[in-house]
């Protein structure tokens, strides 16, 4: 065989194989694969991994591992924070302990990058309150728990939003609205 000949058939060959590749990423095949890749991918920044919580209660040292998903608010009280959750915490090690409000020292910036890294479920909306951004909607200048009655946390059912905040918490909560409807159009 000649080399003209041999690149002729090597060509041929590249090209039934590009054929075949461009069918395949027109399939439907090729994009339930990409949006399954995509559902794991928002499915891990919607529900990571739980992260420790270590307190005191009584002046004695317990640890708790906190799923962000219940965690519905922060609020700073001077030095002391307290977070708040959707149901009652259990101790993992120290005291026993169960509670659905744990303390904290330290910042409330310091607790968002600790537990929410990638800035998804913990909005900061005054100098003193973070809120989980799937349990509030915005009413006028208020934010009010979306089912308050599953919910019966006094203090966190109505929040106010400072306007320097106003514009992060609205971007969040559209960006995380458009997360969760494109991992919806990926259920077939």
């Not at 120290?94 to 929410?116: A, E, M, P, Q, V």
């Not at 966190?156 to 400072?162: A, K, P, R, Y």
Request: proline letters at 4%.
């Amino acid at each position: 065989m000649k080399p003209k000949d041999e690149l002729i058939t090597k060509l041929k060959r590249e090209n039934r194989e590009l054929k075949k590749e461009n069918e395949y990423f027109k399939s439907p095949l090729f994009m339930w694969d990409i949006c399954q890749v995509v559902k794991e991918e928002y499915s891990i920044l919607l529900s990571p991994p739980k992260i420790k919580l270590h307190t005191t209660k009584n002046q004695k040292a317990c640890s708790f591992e906190i799923n962000i998903n219940d965690i519905i608010c922060v609020l700073s009280s001077g030095k002391t924070k307290w977070v708040y959750f959707k149901e009652p915490q259990f101790s993992l090690t120290g005291i026993r302990h169960t509670s659905d409000k744990l303390s904290f020292t330290g910042s409330l910036n310091n607790f968002c990058n600790s537990f929410d890294k990638p800035g998804i479920h913990l909005c900061q909306i005054s100098k003193s309150v973070i809120v989980n951004i799937f349990y509030y909607y915005l009413d006028r200048k208020t934010l009010r728990l979306i089912n308050p009655h599953n919910n019966k946390r006094g203090n966190c059912d109505e929040l106010s939003i400072s306007q320097e905040y106003l514009e992060a918490f609205l971007n969040r909560k559209s960006a995380v609205k458009n997360m969760l409807s494109s991992t919806d159009k990926c259920n077939f």
